[in-house]
């Protein structure tokens, strides 16, 4: 079984910047995609960000596009998210997965598809 352990949460005023970063241990990390999941207050957990096995293919959730940037290091078996022009909205906790099933190697939207969670993170951005 995989752990994943998330860092980086914090309160940050409108238009600033965090970086997230999740470690993985106990289990391959290198041959999976990983994505970034949040939860705002009274939603429900929704897709971010994704990136394949080898950081070749990510996608995003419209509202991030352009502001924030997923990458992974294989090498140290950690991915990272990068918040630029934080925004009020972006209140949530933040939540690193692992893709299992057929297609594990490649990113996708639906949290079934993810087998292995983290703890979260909290992100509070401040008007």
């Known amino acids: 079984q995989v752990q994943l352990v998330e860092s980086g949460g914090g309160l940050v005023q409108a238009g600033g910047s965090l970086r997230l970063s999740c470690t993985a241990s106990?289990?391959?990390?290198?041959?999976?995609?990983m994505a970034w999941f949040r939860r705002a207050p009274g939603k429900e957990r929704e897709f971010v960000a994704g990136?394949?096995?080898?950081?070749?293919?990510?996608d995003y959730k419209d509202p991030v596009k352009g502001r924030f940037t997923i990458s992974r290091d294989n090498t140290k078996n950690t991915v990272h998210l990068q918040m630029n022009s934080l925004k009020p909205e972006d209140t949530a906790v933040y939540y690193c997965?692992?893709?299992?099933?057929?297609?594990?190697?490649?990113?996708?939207?639906?949290?079934?598809?993810?087998?292995?969670w983290g703890q979260g993170t909290q992100v509070t951005v401040s008007s």
């Open positions: 106990g289990r391959t990390f290198s041959g999976h995609a």
């Open positions: 990136i394949s096995w080898n950081g070749d293919i990510t």
């Open positions: 997965a692992l893709k299992g099933g057929s297609y594990y190697y490649t990113p996708s939207r639906p949290l079934e598809e993810y087998d292995a």
